[in-house]
């Protein structure tokens, strides 16, 4: 496992923090002909940390995780031993990627999901910021050629922040994105309606405004909200999927927070099952997290997948985006190489 700096291209605020730059974590796994890679990008919100999953990933090799060879062997290491969500997904998709390529089927094919499209429709991201610092800001980043924009809100400038946004693009249809800002169900009300009056406003859906710890508060907001609410921080790697359908219209699954393909798949299934919309996200990641997100885009209605686009040196080149559009690229896991550490 080696650590990767990842310089941003621009400071990447939400509502709890602000970064300037990124460490994730990739693993490398071989043996029989065949490789595979995986990406683990921490989350505070989660007390992930770089070091944490380090010396996670080091008591794992005490415990014998460097013998195992096969999927269902390490399935049961990880669940004896509960590492973090972000370690977890590293390790399955670098052992899911090395299977897949020792029967030579696709990852999509051997998930037994359908192959993703040939380009995927991704939102792109607008950090918090001074309104005055929009307009450059979408210039500087072409943002008008994505067809889907997500913006980050916090309470005390959201209102401004959509505003701005709408003045430079109007009518970009958009993901509000709260990152668990407010605490009150009322307060957001307000906010909603200030908004909602905003001229050339035009919302697909809004994520997580409230901590996950109000349900009773999410109850209250589903019916009341003029847009779908959606869950991100309210699932991770389990749900009680009643509850969250009385709670959310959607939900975002993440495969860092799923902590594996197989889980992250399970939570897209029991998603719609529950008769809920599906989306797909990522945290600020290198080309080889999104494109194993890629891998699973088909069972989302709405996908997230901008964290390469966030970094200032991508290393892997695995995903080419144009016109707001994502391709996965072939990939021989055997010489795969970052261009820097």
Not at 155 to 179: F, K, M, W
Not at 258 to 268: F, K, Q, T
């Amino acid at each position: 496992m080696a650590a990767h700096e990842l310089p941003l291209r621009y400071t990447w605020k939400i509502s709890r923090n602000a970064s300037v730059v990124k460490t994730n974590l990739v693993v490398r796994v071989g043996g029989s002909g065949a490789t595979g890679w995986g990406e683990a990008a921490p989350n505070v919100r989660y007390g992930e940390t770089p070091e944490k999953l380090t010396t996670e990933f080091e008591a794992l090799l005490r415990v014998g995780l460097g013998e195992i060879t096969r999927l269902h062997e390490l399935e049961e290491l990880l669940a004896a031993f509960g590492p973090s969500h972000a370690l977890r997904f590293a390790l399955e998709s670098a052992f899911v990627h090395r299977e897949a390529a020792l029967v030579g089927q696709s990852v999509s094919g051997w998930l037994g999901v359908p192959a993703p499209g040939s380009q995927v429709p991704t939102a792109f991201t607008l950090p918090i910021m001074e309104p005055g610092e929009v307009a450059g800001f979408v210039a500087a980043q072409q943002m008008s050629r994505f067809s889907l924009l997500k913006i980050k809100v916090n309470q005390e400038g959201g209102y401004d922040l959509l505003r701005a946004l709408t003045q430079v693009l109007p009518g970009r249809e958009l993901i509000i994105d709260g990152n668990e800002a407010w605490t009150d169900a009322d307060a957001l009300l307000g906010f909603l309606e200030k908004a909602r009056a905003l001229p050339g406003l035009r919302v697909r859906l809004l994520e997580q405004p409230m901590p996950a710890s109000c349900p009773t508060d999410y109850r209250y907001l589903r019916s009341r909200s003029p847009w779908p609410v959606f869950a991100d921080e309210s699932v991770t790697d389990k749900a009680d999927f009643r509850d969250i359908a009385q709670q959310f219209h959607g939900v975002n699954m993440k495969l860092m927070k799923a902590g594996g393909y197989l889980n992250g798949i399970r939570i897209l299934q029991q998603t719609r099952a529950h008769g809920l919309q599906t989306m797909l996200g990522c945290m600020v990641e290198t080309s080889l997290g999104i494109w194993s997100a890629l891998q699973i885009s088909h069972l989302a209605d709405v996908c997230d997948l901008d964290g390469l686009l966030i970094l200032r040196d991508e290393p892997f080149g695995l995903v080419r985006e144009q016109h707001g559009l994502l391709t996965a690229l072939p990939v021989c896991w055997n010489h795969l190489r970052p261009v820097v550490s």
